[in-house]
């Protein structure tokens, strides 16, 4: 179903085409969303183009998540959504990272509403991202151990009560 | 959910220099609305730094929802944003749906967008109860809560169920509404004008409430957006963002409705801006009513997809074997990703779904506006002092559930 390649009517496709050769790999149109895969070296590039472009300006970084393909690799596909309120459009940025080496530069100096975002990814799904300001666990507790989003993570987790509870428990007669 | 690195600092203050005191504030403090805690550092009862702590709710429902079918996470996006359980149906329905391009009947689209704009009536008005009280106005909370019991009266009448309705489902609707629903919205419309003059005249020109709201926690329209605020928050700043008019979904364009800005983006101006809000969705629900033909399909025809009618399963079948292959292995979508974001009270809600062909979801991740604008709390609460953080809280209107998911 995905086309690939095809002509796409979202101006961002030209706009960053004709600024550099190599900042889209692939262009794909699914359901009338563009999506626009973009080589890990040049995201934070590519970002900045997007957000300060005249005729593009995505002003807002709305979402960024994270799929994990496993056991495909390059297994993590990152997804960042934005939306430009000036132009009433909006584009997807796919980045595509390997299981052996997950490390992706931060957005926040791009947007700084990347922060929370990226400290999710990295909470749930175990991204690392080089340049991130603050990038600890921000939904599970810090001893928690694995990143449960990846599909290698058991739905019913490791472990079938906390440790904390195992700790009462054992101080117990 | 990790400890926060605040320590404490010797500060300059005008009478020398001072040490600063580290205030746990939560995760049971009845202001935080549900369990969040915050390390506020704090000179004399100046907050110099803040860093929000969460994720004590946190019950994996983006992984729970990748070991069920597509229909059955309805029922867990309901748990998310209680105060809000139709438009996380609907946000989650309209990205399967996406994924699958199946078009939903009128109808069905007009009944959604009814139960939607109730709801944002109804979160609206436990925003302003618990905001209220938080800030020391007892009453109002308790004529906010009497009008939102009516609305759930009307969601108990139609769906069955009070709060986790899961009314909306993938390709319409669950229950065609009962006979008479249509009058008791129509009883609704008409108390409700005079009930939200009664809240403004408790509160609007009441020197209290202004002293409280007026000129606290004001954020500039470049850091809202920067910092990926929407919703209130982002149109109390001046910028007019709102899904329904510049993504509509759901038959939206066919509606006439203005949607309220205001420049002064502290917390009376979003108190304001939320009010007008209640009063534009009465306009939206009062042509909903219009627009709902008495008689028509609730659901689009999609074998295989939509379940079949209880008189058409039990008479034919093919209807027989499409509701039990739906029940018991789903189906499946064409692989790929589908994004849609609508307008929750809160802000912008998303739903992203990504198949790979099988009859479970590969990935269902929800951007939830209360997560996201809360990042911009210790934006507005540095510089303030400690009791204008709890209107700070209140203003951002963030659901715990919504936060931590």
Known sequence: ?173 | MSTAPVSTTTVETAIGSAKTMVLNMGPQHPSTHGVLRILLELDGETVVKAVPDLGYLHTGIEKSCEDKTYSQAITLTDRMDYLNPLGNNLVYCLAVEKLLGLEVPKRAQYIRVLMVELQRISSHLVWLGTHAIDLGAMSVFLYCFREREEILKIFEFVAGQRMMTSYIRIGGLALEPPTGWVQRVEKFLAMMPSRIDEYENLLTGNRIWMGRTKGIGVISAEDAVALSMTGPTLRAAGLLYDNRKMFPYSSYEEFDFEVPTRTDSDCFGRYMLRVAEMRESLKIIKQALGKITPEGPIRSEAPGIVPPGREKMKTEMEALIYHFKIFTEGFAPPPGEAFVTVESPRGELGCFVASDGSPKPLRVHFRSPSYINLQALPKLIEGQILSDVIACIGTIDIVLGDVDR
């Open chain 1, 1 to 173: 179903m995905t086309e690939k390649g095809s002509q796409s009517s979202n101006p961002a496709v030209e706009v960053l085409r004709a600024w550099s050769a190599n900042a889209i790999e692939e262009v794909i149109e699914f359901r009338g969303e563009t999506t626009l895969v973009v080589p890990r070296k040049v995201l934070v590039a590519v970002a900045e183009r997007c957000k300060n472009d005249e005729k593009l300006q995505f002003n807002l970084l709305t979402d960024a998540t994270c799929v994990d393909r496993f056991p495909l690799e390059p297994r993590f596909e990152l997804q960042y959504h934005l939306v430009s309120i000036p132009k009433k459009n909006k584009l997807r940025l796919r980045v595509r990272v390997s299981g052996d080496d997950p490390v992706v530069d931060s957005l926040v100096p791009v947007w700084p509403g990347a922060n929370w975002l990226e400290r999710e990814i990295f909470d749930l799904m175990g991204i690392r991202f080089a340049g991130h300001p603050d990038l600890r666990r921000i939904l599970l507790p810090e001893d928690w151990e694995g990143h449960p989003l990846r599909r290698d993570f058991p739905v019913e987790g490791y472990r079938d009560i906390p440790a904390i509870a195992t700790r009462y428990t054992r101080s117990r007669p």
